[in-house]
C-alpha cells in the first residue's frame, strides 16, 4: 500500500506537467507497468520461498515455470503500447514521461521489494533500521532546534550541522539499546519460512550466532573509563554500530535528493495525504535508501549458505536429478571421511 501511494505522489507530478498536452495513455502505461514489475519481483518471492506449496499447485507451477518469460512479454506490451502512442511534436516530452515513470518504478517498487527480502531475514532486519532512521529524523531535529547554528546545506535551509552531529550519536545509541532488546526474542531474530505442513509462516529456530550473548574485552583506553575488563553483548549489536552510522549520515542524503526534486519542480509536498507532514513520500524518502542498504549489507557480510531454501529447491527436482544430487553428496561426504565407504544409503 505504501509502494503504490509513493508511486502514485510521483506519477500524479509527472502527469500534471503530462496532461497539459493531453496525450493518451500515460496515467494508464504507468499504472500498467506498476503491475508488470510488481508481477514480476513478487513473482520471485514466491518462487523463492513458498516451493513446496507452488508444487502441490499445478496451475501455479507453469505460471512460476515461465514466471520470467510471462514478465517479459507482459513488458514488451507495455512498451509496443508506449510507442503506438507517441505523437508528433511531442516525442521528446513523451520519451521524458517514459523516463520518468521507470525511474519512479525503480525508487519505489524496487526499494520496496528489498524491504520485503529484509523482513525474510528476520523481524530485526527491519525494525533496526526503520526505528534508526525514524531516530535520527527526530533527534536531529531537537538537537537542531536547541542547539542548531550553522547551516548543512543549501537544499534543506533548516538543517544544521548541530542536528546532524547530535542525531548520529542519538541514533548510534538508540540502535545498540534497541538490538539488544530485540536480539533476546526468537520472533525477531529468526527468518520467516514458509511451512508447508501447517500452511503457515513460522519464526521458529535456533537464533544463529548472531544472537547468542557473547563476551568481549574492553579496549584498553576504555578501560580506564568504564572499570570494566569484559562486556557482555550480543554480536548483533555491534552489526547495529553500521546500521545506525548509515542511518544517520547517509541517509538524510536520501531527503536532501527529495528535496531537490520538489524545489526542481516549485512544490513543498509530494502530497498532502498526511496533514502537516506531506505525502508518504516524505516519510519515506530516507527509508528507500535505507533498506537498500539493509539489502546489501546482508548479502555482503551475514548470509551464509541457506540449507532450507536449498532442501526446498532439491525437493522440485525430478527423482532422478534427486538420486543424482544424493550420489554426489554422498561421495563427497566418503572422501572427507565424514561417512565410512562401506555404509549404505
Known sequence: IIQVKCYHEIITIGYRVYHSYDLPWFRSLSWYFLLCVNYFFYGETVADYFATFVQRREQLQFLIRYHRFISFALYLTGFCMFVLSLVKKHYRLQFYMFAWTHVTLLITVTQSHLVIQNLFEGMIWFLVPI???????????????????TPLIKLSPKKTWEGFIGGFFSTVVFGFIFSYFLAQHQYFVCPVEYNSETNRFVTECEPSELFQMKKYSVPPLLQAVLGWETVNMYPFQMHSFALSTFASLIGPFGGFFASGFKRAFKIKDFADTIPGHGGIMDRFDCQYLMAT????????????????????????????????????????????????PSLRG
Open 293 to 340: 542498504f539493509v539489502h546489501v549489507y546482508i548479502t555482503s557480510f551475514i548470509r551464509g549458505p541457506n540449507p532450507s531454501k536449498l532442501l526446498k529447491q532439491l525437493l522440485i527436482l525430478q527423482p532422478e536429478q534427486q538420486l543424482s544430487v544424493y550420489k554426489t553428496l554422498k561421495s563427497h561426504l566418503v572422501e572427507k571421511g565424514i561417512l565410512q
Open 131 to 149: 526505528s534508526s532512521v525514524i531516530c535520527n529524523d527526530i533527534t536531529a531535529y531537537i538537537f537542531g532546534f536547541f542547539f542548531g547554528r
